[in-house]
């Protein structure tokens, strides 16, 4: 007959050198999150490479077709505007408008024109034909150039801190 009390720690020693739960862990559903956004995360990042290399393989069409083209008889001499840039994949929710007193009332006179035309305008209707007709009007640097002040060369950037 053994001691219960040498069996006890023999007991005590085995857990200790096979671990506590030697099946593996109590909670498997853990380790199974934590490989599916591994898998998750690798899927996303092969799936941005692709397109990456996709829009390489249209830009270099796009510029061998250019440079095949050769100059036209309305754009010869003229600079051309830099390729617009690519869309982003991801647009954000929503972008808030702030319009100030005056825009804001001419966006009332716009909603009771309608009102009285027994049509219903919305504020960003309007806001999207603004900015198709700014668009046909004006291209993206311009828009920048007269929306931008003078470029500052000297003093501190930013906020100050306290």
Do not use: C
Request: glycine share 6%; hydrophobic share 30%.
């Amino acid at each position: 007959m053994s001691n219960p009390l040498d069996q006890l720690e023999e007991d005590a020693s085995a857990r200790k050198r096979r671990g506590r739960h030697p099946g593996g862990s109590r909670h498997p559903r853990g380790k199974q999150a934590a490989d599916d956004a591994k898998a998750k995360a690798a899927a996303e990042l092969k799936a941005r490479q692709e397109e990456a290399d996709r829009r390489a393989r249209e830009r270099e069409a796009e510029e061998t077709e250019a440079a095949n083209s050769g100059p036209t008889a309305e754009g010869a001499g003229e600079p051309q505007d830099p390729p617009a840039p690519e869309r982003l994949s991801k647009r954000p929710k929503s972008m808030p408008f702030y319009p100030n007193p005056e825009d804001e009332d001419f966006l009332w006179q716009v909603q009771e024109a309608a009102i009285a035309r027994r049509e219903k305008i919305p504020a960003t209707a309007v806001l999207r034909f603004a900015l198709r007709r700014l668009s046909d009007q004006m291209t993206p640097s311009e828009i920048v150039r007269a929306l931008s002040g003078p470029v500052q060369t000297q003093g501190k950037m930013g906020r100050p801190r306290k």
